[in-house]
């Protein structure tokens, strides 16, 4: 049997888009199988690695947990529309310089919710970077250079 | 393949669900699409309740009681400034789920309907005498928290029915708090303790998350420790009295045995934490 798909209008990193998506599609499938935006990561498919992380209304969730019907004329950002975001670029220039890039797989994620942070948080302490990147689960670094390349951006950033 | 339907009005919802006898309602979906991604359930419609206006925001009502809309996300009740004194239990229990980017997706109706027994939101509704206004196909109705959780995983909730919003008696300026032990940031937690002191400061209100099916509350005991908290024996005599009602069970969490022992501690420090506030204040 063919799954049924349904057309939803959306925008997307700032252009309004219309796709087809299986019925009940996550966001996550619609952007990496039918729209081939491939920035968000399926890790768990669980809501737990945070590797598929992306904004909704400029708010960071789990793009496996969201159903692209929810984003129906809402506006959705994922990491390929952050160029030219001056925070976004501060931060991945201090994760790359700290080594908090291994195989890449958690970065994005780590990046969106990390952005988030330094939104409402403009100066963390090391604690409160650990906790507010607990939900970013990462195989390769051991997190200490990623919370090194959070507070360091955040230390910039507010010079 | 789902069918998602997207009803403005609680009528809608209702009579959808009705209609389709293997559809859910969708809140946040942080368990829900979690669930369904691993084929633990398979739902032929999702009924949303993300449109219907009635579901959202956290107002006040005339006699200053306050009612949160069943769509209210974890970062909004987290952030909620109307949750002080009495309530702040309620607020800190809601900045403790999970984690910034999950507190963002999941609602209270969401979390209350799903009545995970380590969910961080049940002992504090209990710990603040919640009561749940419910809608379904017979109509309206409520239901206080203590009446809710009948099981493990089984609730008061009939088929059909949606949760549409939680409402609290108004704060009154006394200390509050919950205090979460989970093995890493960010988990569910192995046990947790929500308390609030009484007005005049004589007595407190308890409840233990996640030994047992429910919040674990002893009114009677919460009664007998009235005027007595700077008793040791009558506090202990208290939490051996919530140990013998606790029913823990062994998970990746924790052992049963390790969760009983945690209870009178948990108790006891968050006790001291309070009237030590109260005594500051
Ligand atoms: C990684 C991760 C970590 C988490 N950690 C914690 C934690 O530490 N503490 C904690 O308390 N929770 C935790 N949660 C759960 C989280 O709080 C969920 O948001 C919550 O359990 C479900 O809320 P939801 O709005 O997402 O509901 P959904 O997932 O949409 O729905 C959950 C269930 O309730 C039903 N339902 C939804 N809304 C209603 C309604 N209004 N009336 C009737 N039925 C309804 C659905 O049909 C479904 O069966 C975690 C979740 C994830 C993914
Ligand atoms: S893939 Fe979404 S959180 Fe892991
Ligand atoms: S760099 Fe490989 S998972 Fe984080």
Known sequence: MMAKKVLHS?????????????????????????????????????????????????????????????????????????????????????????GGVQCGFCTGGVLISARELLESDPSPSR????????????????????????????????? | MTEVFNPETVEEAVALLAQHGEAMPLSGGATLIAMRNAALVEPS???????????????????????????????????????????QVLRRAAGMIANRVVRNMGTMGGSVANADPAADYLPALSCCDAVLEIAGPDGRRTLSIHDYIEDWYETAL??????????????????????????VSGDYATASCAMALDPDGQGLRVAIGACGPGPLRDRAGEKALRGKLDDPSAVSEFTSRLVAL????????????????????LVTSVLSELTTQKEMA
């Open chain 2, 158 to 183: 009939e088929e059909g029915e949606i949760i549409t919003a939680i409402t609290l008696p108004a704060p009154v300026e006394v200390s509050s708090t919950y205090r979460k032990i989970a093995r």
């Open chain 1, 10 to 98: 959306l925008t997307l990193n700032g252009e309004e888009v219309e796709v087809a998506s299986v019925a009940g599609a996550t966001l996550l499938e619609t952007l990496r199988e039918d729209l081939r935006v491939l920035s968000s990561k399926r890790g768990c498919n669980q809501g737990v690695c945070g590797a598929c992380t992306v904004l909704l209304d400029g708010k960071p969730v789990r793009a496996c947990l969201t159903l692209t019907a929810r984003c129906e004329g809402h506006a959705v950002q994922t990491m390929e529309g952050m160029n030219g975001d001056h925070v976004m670029a501060t931060l991945q220039r201090h994760m790359v310089e700290s």
């Open chain 1, 127 to 159: 604690e409160t970077v650990k906790t507010a990147l607990s939900g970013n689960i990462c195989r390769c670094t051991g997190y200490r250079t990623i919370v090194d390349a959070v507070c360091g951006a955040a230390e910039e950033l507010s010079q």
């Open chain 2, 45 to 87: 419609h999702l009924i949303s309740l993300d449109r219907i206006p009635d579901l959202r925001g956290i107002s006040r009502d005339d006699g200053g009681g306050i009612r949160i809309g069943a769509m209210t996300r974890h970062f909004e009740t987290a952030a909620c400034v109307e949750l002080t004194g009495s309530l």
């Open chain 2, 246 to 265: 606790a029913d823990p069970v062994d998970d990746v969490r924790g052992s049963a045995e390790y969760r009983l022992r945690l209870i009178p501690r």
